[in-house]
């Protein structure tokens, strides 16, 4: 993965009509690869890989669940090089009616959540239409927005804009923002577009 600290806003986009699993290509504010992303199909533990281009040459992130099947799912965010990056864990009961994440450490201590925007708004588009589109917060425990992970209107194309300009500081590893992103457009992402 291709991030640099000037950049703070990032898109991502899903092929569209792939068979089996799924590639994302994430883009830099310029128009750059950051991020080539390969989710693969047929697995009864969720695999993603982040590459830090298309030839698929250099592993640069693996997100990975847990276990097969769990209500409250977790994934873990692993760098190749270093290990453990952090984990996220679905909050099973509530994210049937509005989406929730916890955002765990390298030792699986909460540091924030995720959150889907509105209740309302949840509800609409798991009831009536999934072509409202998706929005997400990124919330330190503290209260503190982070991460604003927001799906743009295309019915051709699954597109999330990432916008950390609310961390300038990087309080949230860039890693674990990307890895989120990601997760929701692989897991989320099938209700919503």
């Known amino acids: 993965m291709n991030l640099t600290p000037q950049c703070v806003k990032y898109e991502l986009h899903r092929q569209f009509a792939k068979l089996v699993g799924a590639n994302f290509r994430i883009y830099d504010d310029h128009g750059g690869l950051a991020a080539f992303v390969n989710q693969k199909g047929f697995r009864l533990k969720e695999d993603i890989r982040v590459y830090t281009d298309e030839t698929k040459s250099q592993e640069s992130l693996i997100i990975q669940a847990r276990q097969i099947l769990d209500f409250a799912a977790a994934y873990d965010v692993i ?85 950390f300009s609310d961390d300038p500081n990087g309080d949230l590893d860039r890693r674990m923002g990307m890895a989120a992103a990601i997760l929701l457009t692989a897991i989320e992402g099938r209700q919503g577009g």
């Open 79 to 163: 760098d190749p090089q270093t290990g453990k990056v952090g984990a996220f864990r679905r909050k099973g009961w509530t994210s049937i009616v509005r989406d929730e994440w916890e955002v765990l450490g390298v030792n699986d201590e909460v540091l924030g959540k995720i959150i889907e925007d509105s209740m309302m708004m949840a509800m609409l588009r798991r009831y009536l239409s999934n072509w409202i589109p998706q929005n997400f917060d990124v919330i330190m425990y503290d209260g503190r927005r982070v991460v604003d992970i927001r799906q743009q209107f295309n019915p051709f194309l699954y597109k999330l804009t990432i916008d």
